[in-house]
């Protein structure tokens, strides 16, 4: 599976941004899809993610009731809807994909950085 991350810019704090992540390669619908982000000096970290068959959702709780994770697998594509963006949002954002208990495929990432 290779991934295709975009999406990212310059937002002004409580903006939104929609980043995506198109799939080719193997049946992206078999595989769960997350978003993970990585502040400079600090460690990548989980934000969310999308299981490939019930669509069940799940969020790090930094991002709850902001951020939307969603798929759509007709267009091999995962999404990351981000509102209310805030300062401590900037990061390099990536997305992944997981056959099952871990991320074997990653996106480049794609720049989000949220300033006045």
């Known amino acids: 599976v290779q991934l295709q991350a975009s999406g990212g810019g310059l937002v002004q704090p409580g903006g939104s941004l929609n980043l995506s992540c198109a799939a080719s390669?193997?049946?992206?619908?078999?595989?769960?899809m997350g978003w993970f982000r990585q502040a400079p000096g600090k460690e990548r970290e989980f934000v969310a993610a999308?299981?490939?068959?019930?669509?069940?959702?799940h969020y790090a709780d930094s991002v709850k009731g902001r951020f939307t994770i969603s798929r759509d697998n007709a267009k091999n594509t995962a999404y990351l809807l981000m509102n209310s963006l805030k300062p401590e949002d900037t990061a390099v954002y990536y997305c992944?994909?997981?056959?099952?208990?871990?991320?074997?495929?990653w996106g480049q990432g794609t720049l989000v950085t949220v300033s006045s």
């Open positions: 999308v299981t490939w068959r019930e669509h069940s959702t």
């Open positions: 992944a994909a997981s056959s099952g208990t871990k991320y074997e495929y």
């Open positions: 390669g193997r049946a992206f619908s078999s595989y769960h």
